[in-house]
């Protein structure tokens, strides 16, 4: 009879089982890395890796809660939404002190697309752009909506 084949051994890992991870493309990372970093507060984390040219092409930022997100230039295949021209997606990411945060993004010149205002769905958010296109959205969650006032909202606004 033949041997069971044993189990595989877990690989230890800091990430849960099941995680996203957005992978953002800049023409600059080096840029990028910096203006996200004055602008929202991100950290950069981990090594950079460069291209053949001897830029920056990929790297990685944490946001204060500890979370990732990846950018990089993968080649000329890939476009960011300013060479698009499109905006290709947004991130939404939930903040302290979402005015505070607004003060500093337009401070070190964030493109602000909406200032500071309260949603129907209970957060006080304003959105800006990177100056590659990238939209962001930051929020503080300042009220519990009923699913009542969330459909009244939703249909005024």
């Known amino acids: 009879m033949p041997a069971k084949p044993k189990p595989r051994a877990k690989k230890e890992s800091t990430r849960p089982e099941q995680s996203l991870t957005p992978y953002l493309y800049y023409a600059d990372v080096d840029a990028a890395l910096g203006f996200l970093s004055k602008a929202f507060g991100f950290k950069q984390t ?3 890796m460069k291209g053949p040219d001897g830029k920056t092409n ?11 997100f990846m950018m990089g230039c993968p080649g000329p295949k890939y476009k960011n939404p300013k060479q698009l021209p499109n905006v290709t997606q947004g991130l939404y990411i939930t903040v302290d002190d979402v005015d505070k945060h607004f003060l500093r993004a337009r401070k070190a010149g964030a493109k602000i697309i909406d200032e500071p205002a309260d949603q129907f769905y209970g957060d006080r958010r304003y959105s800006a752009s990177d ?4 939209n962001w959205y930051f929020a503080q969650h300042i009220r519990k909506v009923s699913a009542k006032e969330m459909k009244r ?4 606004d």
Do not use: Q, Y
């Open 131 to 134: 100056p590659e296109g990238h």
């Open 153 to 156: 909202g939703k249909d005024e």
């Open 58 to 68: 990929h790297a990685a930022m944490t946001l204060t809660s500890g979370e990732v």
């Open 46 to 48: 981990g090594m950079k």
